[in-house]
């Protein structure tokens, strides 16, 4: 084991960084607009309780929609990666373009870095299914 370096990627870099100022541009916009929508739906909520609930479940169904679906591609990339790091001993595996200079990491640490990553996608599996399955029962509740 040598204490190799993995020089970043310029190029990753810039792109993750697009990348994250989109999502935190898209967060910001998407706090404004729940502000504005949360305060309607509390004027509706005070005149019209029933209608307010149901705005509020078709909010709930979207979310369950949504949240497995981006929560699966999560899945898949870290069970991808922890297989890739499995068979090539290495993290970061071969081939996988870094943004920052990070030391490789070999042998058993590789594997149990691997490991991890599988762990972890197992977590969030468990996590998407109970939120979807307690969310399910919520709304059938209120119905």
């Known amino acids: ?10 190029k990753t870099r810039i792109i993750y960084l697009i990348l994250i100022l989109i999502l935190v541009l898209l967060a910001v916009s998407l706090y404004v607009y ?13 005149q019209h309780p029933d209608q307010a609930l149901m705005k509020i479940v078709s909010i709930l169904k979207i979310f369950i929609l949504i949240n ?20 090539s001993n290495q993290f970061p595996p071969p081939g996988i ?6 030391r490789l990491t070999e ?4 594997k149990k870095y691997a490991i991890g990553l599988w762990l972890f996608a197992v977590a969030l599996m468990i996590f998407a299914i109970v939120i979807t399955v307690l969310l399910n029962n919520f709304i059938s509740n209120i119905h």
């Open 34 to 46: 729940w502000q504005s929508y949360y305060s309607r739906l509390t004027i509706l909520a005070e």
């Open 1 to 10: 084991m040598g204490n190799k370096m993995i020089r970043a990627d310029k």
């Open 68 to 87: 497995p679906i981006i929560t699966l591609g999560f899945i898949i990339y870290f069970i991808s990666l922890g297989t890739k790091t499995y068979k």
């Open 107 to 110: 042998g058993n640490k590789a």
């Open 97 to 102: 373009k870094v943004i920052r200079d990070i």
